[in-house]
């Protein structure tokens, strides 16, 4: 792709306070192991708000969270990833006047992320309230070569003086989180979670080791400040606290370049991390920071030729869909012991928790562009399976495994349980993230290593939560995706759900006795022939609710008994419902936070007719308030199925814009990672129709009207497959491996070199 | 009554610290205004646990209850009925040496309460280390007469030597409540609640004045230490705390006396509270001790007489239940700023918090015995309406009042929504104990005052809350009295009662129209006849569930699709279930804490035929476990209607039994009075079948097998009725007040001086 449809650049921006916070989001830099939020350098003027911080992938610390009642098995400590430290405080003095956008007069001023490059950045021509004029130009970069990497390229010239330039530079652990006790999807509460542990000064780089208050783990960050030309420079210690000084005299026309590495580096990953540390910070000045960024574009060329999406006909809107893919490689962990937060590692939205949006929005991502991505996502959930084993017998259960509905190391950190840990679909979530993967790369030793054994587990635990009544197998008492019906009877996603794990359950069982791959789960878990059969069982008697009135499948038993919530006449400032009804209210009414039943009609597709699954989309859209960012990109795929194309694209237009134009209101907290990946299955999963199913890959493209075209490339079974949709007609490309027995608007073809349909 | 029958006195006692605690609860003194626990005055050794307490009726302070995530609508702060001042310590020293019942040795030691008389004591004959032997014995009252009352006389005799006597008495403002953050059955956190305001000495009198913190009201307690002969006194103020020293020479078989008046005065009641602690002290010490003695044991003949009932042939039984009728008459709040507490005034158990418990366990009790204090108890919640109206906002109503779940002045108290302000039978409840005071007494003109505005709101939420599907009226996403099942559709409970409720908001209307007293409610209300209609049609088409199988009415729409949970395999050391299983796991099968549909079908026995009411009950016996002291009682009644006499026998002794052998385990956190109103309702609402309709009062008395006979008095329409059983016989008498239709053994008799059947 060429540069422009790379970057996002903006002007004019505004110095308005939300402005500056939401922007610290959307500019903010990370690569799956660190994220660095783009706050200002120099800070903001007194009295002005901001969420400093910079955080690592799954490193937390624990926070009491005690229940206004205590019972039995709530829970009462959840877990909060933390701001670790602030390396990223530069201030600039022209003979001694502070360089403040604040002050004096910004002669232009923009804000970039370069999505070729991986860096983003802050150019400004300013004149300082004396009239000293420089141009300030600023790169940072989370390097996606050495993950624990971040660096600041700070570069001033003087225009119009010479004189001395003074650059203090601030390296500190006395950080803490962003609480607000009026927002519930923020924390409530303020702590200092970071105890110093020491400081210290080595070959010029500052070391700051800490440990948490309650989690027993440690973070290190190391600073080292270089200076591009003569000059002073000195360190001080104060405290925890590292500030450099660096004084250099410049004349008209000449550049100042100050270099800030910081590396991060935690004892999760680490057996000792300050030694860690100083290896990583040896690694990183041993190549000039020219060498990182060539490595980084590298990094970055192989990521978009992974998940190479082409739209012709709508620049600003292609921009947006590529801002979203590159906020998920940036947001996702590399390694088992981070997943994908709500929020990636942009904000402390929902305090950095993981949730299953990474399996069913993100994860269909990564299948198609980066399936070691998508493997790596399973990986950490078998690592917590233990945690999940534990969390099924706080909640009852004998037998199986519940995840929890929200975690970091992998207890549950749901305050309220009616929407927490009674979302018990999690535990089909995964499952199906699993069944995917299989089925997208037909990875049976992954299978038999690790995903078997969620499977079973998972498969268990419904049967234990389940029951057997009238000769159906139901599931009572848990809670949809919608989070606007809580604790219902027979959800109709979790039952689907449920029966899709427990088939497959099944399925993997006969697999790998097949093939002599049992041994290692039967050993972890006892499984016996006796279960399966159970399973089996309970998978061909699910009770799927199913209304012979209006042809729909219901939400759950009792749904369309209920009050049908008038949303046409409800005030626009009363939405998010959520933030206005309490909620007896919400579950007392039909209305819908987001897709449910028709989000099940999109994985499930086959489990109901066309007819039936039309009628629920129908039924669904007039009660569906979208308050949830996980709602228009499922809905969108769901029109594109029944032929609804205008209304796909509407709704793909709503949540490609929605952190760039803010209209959650919340993006100062953070980006929506399961939107970004939902935006991107709206395009592939939506208007190319794509499903991966057991009988092979399928795909049915149509293309928008406002487009000329598209043209995407994804994996599958190990070949590259580039599909190419213009006005009347489809092509189907086969870029490497095998040939592909494929299904095609319904019909079979082998795919060996490539298919071409006319429209 | 003789004495005999009215004296609980107990020897050969623990002094295991947890029977200690019980007897705390067992033995306190209360007068509906003020309670205090029966605390040792000498208090207990270093290391000893006690719930050292004194509480006034509605007197409360505000606790912060933050919820674990902040969500619309939940409750974030709660009422916390205060422990107001410690006025009961007194340390005995004999020649220095301290009296305790831990050293030395208790030669001889008893503890009672006289009914009769009104009094608690404690008795011993004690030697000290040294060899001087004591009789002590101090009696404790909280004056009927005089409520902010509480006396204690404190006599000690010389039996073996000469030699001075101490008593060093204490009066201290600064006390806590009591906490135990692994309980969730009393408060979990502990705080400073009161501050210090005044501290003063006036005429020998101590008076302490304290504000609460965040409640803005004040508190005052006057001590005042008389010592019975010659002797030194002094008393000294320490902060908030005076400490009054008296000695004085013994001889051998001599008796010194001290008695101790403490007066009780708050701001909720007196505008200025000290001024009329100074008055209230001055009453107190205008008459003899002896006289309080005196008028104590009058009001109490009173008492008796009222609720007279009589057992013969179980003298242990018979105490048990006149201890429960005693301890309501304790509980009760005599105006309408306090009501009954779930533990009365005896403990912080519930934290002094006023549920339905008042309505239907211990109004049935009151408006049969003394009609006055049920109507004061429904004044309280007239008192209370507009806090329901605003909390019917909470939750989303449009119009109406929802009483709040638990509450001292008003405001919602639980944290818990789903088995807290979602158990909207509470206004059911309500609605009801209007309804049956007004059969009871025909008393139109406190309808009309405000009986009327309490029945037209209530019936104005069910409006709201509910909606028409298929022509039915439905109520969704409540609880029901059952615990163990939450937010449920169509509790069977709920939606007779709301019926009820709707029913006689129309007949209500009608009455008062026809009386020309409409106006005031009409003013207050502004109710149309539009509404009325809505209410009858409501009320009409009223959903209550049956199952064609099984012939019951299920307890709500999905309970009887549930799991059967499996009491008999459960481990006994699992009981309460609350404390040993998560609530979805709870809610997820067929298991009842208490009484729920058993309940419904008492109080609405017309709604259903026998055969579905004994049907219910068979089915509903088999999955309750009783976890809940409201359940037994019910249990009992149910029993003797169906003719299940042994059963009803059993259940009522069960309830007898609760307090007085700590059966809940946790009496030291206060008293049932549930139960206790309940253990009397299973007498004479059961064995004798006695129910309050429309149609007039009806009696179907039998004689449990164990007794040689019973025998009890009634108010009814202002009439005076005894009812005598005996084998073979019934006899009906009216003892004052006009003649009555009634229904006895449902034929209708007119009693005019007596009527007999011969069983």
Sequence with gaps: MSDKKLIYEVNNLSMDNDALMVNETIFHNANGYIGIRSNFEEGYPDGYTTIRGAYINGFYDITEMKQAEKLYGLTEEKQTMLNVADTQTIQLFLDGEKFSLFDGKALSYSRFVDMEKGITGRKAVWRS???????????????????????????????????????????????????????????????????????????????????????????????????????????????????????????????????????????????????????????????????????????????????????????????????????????????????????????????????????????????????????????????????????????????????????IMGKECSGYYPSGSAAYHINGDIAYSVIIYFLATKDLDFIAEKGGEIIFETARLWMDAGNFYKGQFRINEVTGPDEYTCMVNNNYYTNVSAQFNLRWAVKFYRMLAEENKLETVLDKTGLSEEEIKQFEQAAENMYLPYDDTLRINPQDDSFLEKEIWDIKNTPKENFPLLLHYHPLYLYRHQVCKQADTVLAHFIFEDAQSLETIRNSFEYYEKITTHDSSLSTCIFSIAASKLGYKEKAYGYFGDSAKLDLFNTHRNTKDGIHTANMGGNYMAIVYGFAGLRIKEKGLYLAPYLPRPWNGYRFKINYENSRIKVEVVKNQCRITLLSGSGKQIFLYGKEYELRKNIIVTL
């Design 129 to 407: 309230q004396s009239g000293r004029e420089v141009e300030v130009l600023i790169k940072r970069m989370a390097s996606f070569h050495q993950l624990s990497l971040f660096t600041i390229e700070y570069a001033v010239t003087a225009i119009n003086f010479d004189g001395s330039l003074t650059f203090v530079s601030t390296h500190t652990g006395e950080v803490m989180n962003y609480s607000n006790p009026d927002d519930p999807r923020v924390a409530g509460e303020s702590s200092d979670y970071l105890i110093p542990e020491e400081a210290i000064l080595e070959e010029g780089v500052s070391y700051l080791t800490s440990g948490t208050l309650r989690s027993g783990l440690s973070v290190c960050t190391g600073v080292k400040n270089i200076l591009s030309r003569d000059g002073s420079m000195h360190t001080e210690l104060k405290g925890h606290k590292a500030v450099c000084t660096m004084n250099t005299f410049i004349a008209r026309g000449e550049t100042a370049v100050v270099t800030k590495y910081t590396v991060f580096s935690d004892s999760i990953r680490q057996q000792d991390c300050k030694s860690f540390a100083v290896k990583e910070m040896q690694k990183a000045l041993s190549l000039p920071l020219k060498e990182f960024y060539t490595r980084q574009k590298a990094y970055l060329a192989h990521f978009w030729e992974n998940c190479y999406l082409e739209i012709d006909g709508d620049d600003a809107l292609s921009l947006a869909v590529r801002f979203n893919m590159y906020q998920l490689i940036q947001s996702v962990g590399k390694d088992e012991y981070g997943n994908i937060a709500a929020k990636g590692l942009s904000g402390e939205g929902y305090e950095g928790h993981y949730f299953w949006d990474t399996e069913m929005y993100i994860h269909p991502f990564f299948i198609l562009t980066m399936p070691e991505i998508a493997k790596s996502l399973i990986a950490y959930r078998y690592r917590i399976l233990d945690y999940a084993r534990e969390n099924a017998k706080i909640l009852g259960h004998k037998k199986g495994a519940l995840y929890p509905w929200r975690t």
